[in-house]
């Protein structure tokens, strides 16, 4: 069996000279698939993302993309690589217009970016209406967009978001997950960790539950959604 595209491989790891939060954590995805990382307040789920992302130290297991050992690559290497991350606060630049946003997140390209930004105005069209606009005046959920598509910007080959959804209300909840199935029907693989674990493992391909900085549960989003005790444990029910 191939592995998948990009894995965080029994990563056991912390902050600094802290505790391990991570505890042989395991998580991956596929191209054009839909990963999530769901689980209770506390769980590890934000360190599991960062470590793949390459902003903890990892004392032991590995982070591997496309084929490659990067545990050892800073974060800003990482995107180079092809990571796309998407943290879940101060993810904009609030005083530059919506379009210097977009422009930001090209800075790691030569070529022209035109043809990327207008495929980000057509999954956004909000943005193209909003583009000379400062981003800090957006709503909360038209912020989230701005950070997407700036990440998208670099061309990732992977996109990672931190609870994309938080503090949005439930009909832009819908509105973003619906973009972020666009995004991966254009073949990026998507890590998402998100706090709304019901509605997120309903889109999700593969999905993974973590209590403790360890996998709990992992499977399809159908498949936990149907477990009785992911649902008795994290879905109310």
Known sequence: MSEPFLIGDTMTGGYGKG???????????????????????????STAMKAVFGMLNVHSGSVRLDGEDITALSPQDRVIKGMGFVPQVRNI??????EENLEMGAFIRNDDI???MEQVYELFP??????????????????????VGRALMT?????????PTAGV????????????IEVARTGIPILMVE???????????KAYVLVQGTNAHTG??????????????????
């Open 195 to 205: 706090q709304n674990a019901r509605q997120a493992l309903e889109i999700a391909d």
């Open 114 to 116: 035109k043809q990327t």
């Open 93 to 98: 630049f609030g005083s530059m217009t919506v």
């Open 19 to 45: 505790p391990d939060i991570l505890h042989g954590c395991t998580i991956a995805v596929e191209k054009g698939e839909i990963a999530v990382i769901v689980g209770p307040n506390g769980a590890g789920k």
């Open 155 to 163: 061309q990732p080959k992977v996109l990672m978001l931190d609870e």
């Open 126 to 147: 909000i943005l193209r209406d909003k583009r000379n606009q400062a981003a800090g005046e957006l709503s909360g959920g038209q912020r989230q967009q701005v950070a």
């Open 220 to 237: 399809t989003g159908k498949e936990l959604l149907a477990n009785p005790e992911v649902r008795a444990s994290f879905l109310g029910g």
């Open 169 to 180: 209300s439930p009909i832009v909840m819908d509105e973003l997950f619906d973009r972020i």
